[in-house]
């Protein structure tokens, strides 16, 4: 993953696969429990966005460290492109959680 555009694509799309793997597989766990389920699961993907940011970053002290460098280097193109990368991540981790909501049937 060379070009910015596919790295957009990866980050956008590992934040979904974060989120909603995480709500289906762990609601399985709810089901084995005996709670309700599609609670479970909306629960889980509200909870669960700030990490599948996270992840879709690679971490989040490579994201810190760059945007520092970005400030106070004065790399601004760098700080621009990561900013990027962590709004695409959270619009990934936010459609994933408005997946899971309807699927659930909404609030």
């Known amino acids: 993953m060379d070009g910015f555009f596919p790295k957009l694509l990866l980050i956008f799309f590992t934040a979904l696969g974060v989120v909603l793997g995480a709500a289906v597989v762990g609601s399985l766990a709810a089901v084995l429990v005996g709670q309700p389920p599609l609670r479970t699961m909306t629960r889980l993907a509200l909870e669960i966005k ?6 879709a970053m690679g971490g989040t002290f490579s994201a810190i460290e760059i945007l520092g460098q970005g400030l106070l280097e004065g790399q601004f193109r760098v700080l621009a492109k990561q ?3 962590i709004i ?4 990934g981790a936010q459609v994933g959680y408005w997946l899971i909501q309807n699927l659930a049937g909404g609030k």
Request: proline content about 0%; glycine content about 0%.
């Open 50 to 55: 700030i990490w599948a940011i996270a992840a």
């Open 83 to 85: 900013l990027l990368f």
């Open 88 to 91: 695409v991540a959270f619009i």
